[in-house]
């Protein structure tokens, strides 16, 4: 059996904590770009005019079918070295954060906008009928009238989504780049400490996610009942 | 064949039976009636199982319902009960329908099975549909069908749970002659029902429940025609207006 | 931009000289496949048994399959998988940990990978499962029971056909999940799709080629398990049943 020490956990905490930063930065960069590309993708998707429907089908059933590995290699490998050529960037320049941040971003727009598409058509039909009959155009009823009854109750899928993509944020780790779950390996890996190390993510990892899902059911259960 | 003494039951701190005591002999049509949430399916459930109760007793043809000892799976293959949604099994064709409790509870085989439940659905008028399934029938249909599926079973007595209240009204009378040509061959029956005609021809008492309890407990022609309660008036009024 | 496509680099023979590149893609393509589908099929086994005890009225079953999926579904996947991997080995007793240490370093990436795959999946087919059993109607259950069986003849023959006929279409998107998730099995060094576009990337300098290949490759399987999935969901079609409630 295993001797468990760990002593290295302390000292290293705020190598962690930094990690913990990175991670968290990522998810709230994606999740906001990806909520606002995903409602532009929702309301392309449920549009009329034909070649903006399509290229949002596309755009999503793309995105959709290709793992989040690919898609993290495809903006770490190569979305630089076509930066680079195309625009002229520095060789080698570090930009794994933006890249991981674009990847994430753009991978999980595909999945948001399920959700808002979803929700917007959750909204019954005779709401927008009340609207234009009160004279207001597509957009003002959009805006006004349905896209605020759809979030609110897209709310809670929107934040389950969110604490999914905080947990794909250690897919980073093929970009060895340090996140959370990154600091962790790597601080395990120096020290000889790999075991205790994993488990400490994983048991960070569990406690973060477990609370956050159980808020969100909360507020949930909250929104039904109102 | 079923005593009920002092039944009570609650969720909680909410009272939904108090001290339902009545006798159902071989052979008596019980109608239970009184105003949604009077806790009539309650009572009805509880007389097969469906429905723990916490105090008193209820014994089916010499069976404790309650005791912790008696094998109520046993005990529901012998009481046959009809739903207000049906309940039949969609995923099976109407036939199969009639046969799986007969093979799979009372261990008959497939043919026996099959032939039983053929010779019902002639009885409720379906034989026609035996290899549909359910969703492709009516209501009404749908209701005989689980009419004929209970009947399977060959019950020693029936409890209907407001077996006409989720069909369109021109579907109420196909399902109510089953239900009284089966009274008038002298099936012990319990019915948690509103059709007061039906009660008037085949019920041989009439149970009025309020608030958990039974208020009125007597022969249909007592009950219709100088009800003791304010409360049984009343609803009597209301609902034979219409 | 000055890049040289050149799309018979597949045809080549690898720098290590075993077959050509399309050979090295086609291997790793074969690994994804047995690996989700070994995964898939565990997956489908425990989800089911998890999901139905998350259902049953026994507080200690319901609530042992609750901390079960709580925990597979609230910890990365990646993690979960160099949790098997590195630190699985080190739990087990001396004699197991050391044989599983000594086999072939491919037996413990791919047995690290399926246990971790099936194991993170299962707890969401579990989810689909009690979802699917919670959402007939109330009185499917009560129906059974009167007539006169009793609750596992219930789950056998009344709920379980049912609820696994409402679970078909969000179980063709697990399906789908298992084979992109196997991507992250990368990680550990399991030369599988994802790993050997990689490779391609490092041994021929042609990255645009290998990686819109091994993208392909996924819409491939994509496609194959959706249309799978829609002939299984026709094959279980009720006549005349419509949706769920």
Redesign the interface.
């Known amino acids: 059996?295993?001797e468990f020490d760990w002593s290295s956990i302390p000292n290293a905490l705020p190598f962690l904590w930094d990690g913990m930063k990175i991670s968290l930065e990522i998810t709230l960069s994606a999740v906001v770009f990806g909520i606002v590309w995903g409602t532009l993708l929702a309301l392309m998707r449920l549009s009329s005019v034909t070649p903006l429907s399509w290229f949002a089908a596309a755009y999503v059933n793309?995105f959709r079918?290709?793992?989040?590995?690919?898609v993290l290699?495809?903006f770490f490998?190569?979305v630089p070295?076509?930066l680079e050529?195309?625009f002229g960037f520095p060789r080698g320049s570090d930009m794994r954060l933006s890249s991981a941040i674009a990847g994430f971003a753009l991978f999980e727009a595909a999945y948001y906008s399920e959700i808002i598409r979803a929700g917007i058509q959750s909204v019954p039909k005779g709401q927008m009928g009340a609207a234009s009959a009160l004279g207001m155009t597509y957009g003002q009823a959009m805006r006004l009238v349905v896209l605020p009854q759809a979030f609110r109750n897209m709310v809670p899928l929107l934040l389950t989504q969110g604490i999914i993509l905080f947990?794909?944020t250690?897919?980073v780790?093929?970009s060895a780049l340090a996140d959370f779950?990154g600091a962790a390996?790597k601080v395990g890996d120096r020290d000889g400490r790999?075991?205790e190390l994993?488990?400490f993510?994983?048991a960070v990892?569990?406690v973060i996610?477990?609370t956050a899902?159980r808020i969100v059911r909360h507020y949930q259960n909250k929104l039904k009942t109102a | 064949m079923i005593t009920m003494n002092k039944v009570s039951k609650h969720y909680g701190s909410f009272q939904v039976l108090t001290d339902c005591t009545t006798q159902v002999h071989k052979g008596e049509v019980i109608v239970v009636c009184g105003p949604s949430g009077s806790g009539k399916s309650t009572l009805i459930k509880c007389v097969n199982g469906l429905e723990p109760f916490q105090s008193g007793e209820i014994i089916v043809n010499g069976v404790s319902v309650g005791d912790p000892k008696t094998n109520l799976s046993k005990l529901r293959s012998t009481v046959g009960m009809v739903f207000q949604n049906f309940e039949l099994f969609p995923h099976m064709s109407i036939i199969d329908n009639l046969a799986i409790a007969q093979t799979k509870v009372l261990a008959r085989t497939q043919e026996q099975a099959r032939e039983k439940g053929f010779k019902l659905l002639d009885r409720v008028g379906l034989r026609a549909q035996a290899e549909k399934y359910p969703g492709q029938l009516s209501g009404g249909q749908q209701q005989r069908v689980a009419i004929a599926r209970a009947l399977a079973m060959d019950p020693i007595c029936m409890l209907f749970d407001e077996p006409t209240s989720a069909l369109d009204p021109e579907m109420v009378n196909e399902v109510l002659d089953v239900m009284t040509e089966l009274a008038q061959e002298g099936m012990t029956m319990m019915c948690v029902t509103h059709e007061m005609g039906f009660a008037k021809r085949v019920a041989s008492r009439v149970i009025f429940m309020d608030q958990g309890r039974i208020v009125e407990d007597d022969s249909k022609e007592a009950f219709f025609d100088h009800a003791r309660s304010e409360r049984a008036q009343q609803f009597l009024a209301k609902i034979l207006h219409h | 931009m000055g890049y040289n496509w050149n799309w018979g680099i597949f045809l080549q023979p690898t720098a290590t000289g075993d077959g050509t590149y399309l050979g090295w893609m086609f291997y790793g393509f074969k690994v994804t496949i047995a690996l989700s589908l070994s995964a898939w099929f565990i997956a489908l086994v425990l989800g089911a048994v998890v999901g139905i005890l998350r259902t049953v009225p026994n507080k200690w079953l319901s609530g042992f399959a609750t901390a079960y999926v709580e925990v597979f579904r609230n910890i990365p996947l990646l993690v979960q998988l160099f949790l098997w991997y590195f630190v699985m080995p080190e739990l087990l007793p001396e004699n197991l940990g050391n044989a599983f240490k000594q086999s072939n370093p491919i037996v413990q990436q791919f047995l690290s990978s399926m246990v971790c795959l099936a194991l993170f999946t299962s707890a969401r087919v579990a989810e689909q499962v009690r979802s699917g059993i919670n959402s007939l109607p109330p009185g499917q259950k009560n129906a059974g029971l009167a007539m006169g069986f009793t609750l596992s003849q219930t789950y056998r023959y009344v709920l379980l056909p049912m609820a696994v006929r409402l679970i078909v279409p969000p179980l063709t998107s697990e399906f789908l999940n298992i084979f992109k998730n196997s991507a992250v099995c990368s990680t550990i060094g399991l030369l599988e799709l994802a790993a050997q576009g990689r490779q391609l990337v490092d041994y021929t300098a042609q990255p645009y080629e290998s990686f819109i290949a091994v993208t392909l490759a996924y819409l491939l399987i994509n496609v194959v398990v959706m249309f799978g999935m829609r002939w299984v969901e026709e094959q279980v079609r009720v006549p005349g049943y419509i949706g769920g409630k």
């Open positions: 059996m295993h793309l079918a290709i793992p989040l590995v690919m290699l495809w490998l190569i070295h076509l050529s195309l947990q794909d250690s897919l780790y093929v779950f390996y790999l075991v994993l488990l993510a994983g990892y569990f996610c477990f899902s």
